[in-house]
């Protein structure tokens, strides 16, 4: 009888979190600074909100590439692209969102005379997004990528759809 209790209070709470579940997915796309360097950033990124106040979020980043980039003293041209999972603390003030990310960032960094660097290392943002609608959001976001050598420093125009 205890174990069949407990199965049923797990099962519902199982369903009274899911029920606030939301899915969501989207790109982004900015400009990425490193050193004295900018370039073009491009990305995507999928999550889910575990409650109304917190969310988990995954994507990829291709951070951009750099001529003569200085990094780790070298005048090399490099590119740089980062996968990162992160938790996502969030508030809703009417359509508008407001967020911060932090998590971990697995990065790789390819230049000249076959240069690889990869590390995981934190990444951190904070950002803001306005629902039209209950399924599509756009909004803004600027985020650091710590690598071991320097930062990306990254200003995105972010689109999101919302499921569930």
Do not use: W
Not at 54 to 79: C, H, M, P, R
Not at 112 to 132: I, L, R, S, V
Not at 140 to 154: P, S, V, W
């Amino acid at each position: 009888m205890k174990k069949a209790l407990l199965a049923m209070t797990l099962v519902a709470a199982s369903t009274a979190a899911c029920a606030d579940t939301t899915f969501f997915g989207g790109s982004q796309l900015g400009v990425a600074k490193l050193g004295d360097n900018s370039s073009a950033t491009y990305g995507f990124h999928l999550g889910a909100s575990l409650t109304r106040y917190l969310g988990v979020e995954a994507g990829y980043q291709f951070n951009g590439k750099f001529d003569q980039s200085g990094y780790n003293n070298t005048s090399d041209d490099i590119k740089v692209k980062a996968r990162y999972l992160a938790l996502r603390p969030n508030v809703d003030i009417g359509r508008m969102n407001i967020y911060l990310i932090a998590g971990m960032d697995d990065y790789q960094i390819t230049g000249a005379q076959n240069y690889t660097e990869t590390h995981t290392d934190p990444m951190y943002g904070a950002g803001a997004e306005y629902h039209f609608t209950p399924r599509f959001s756009l909004g803004l976001g600027y985020t650091t990528y710590q690598m071991e050598h320097d930062d990306i420093h990254a200003l995105t125009m972010n689109s999101s759809f919302h499921f569930g």
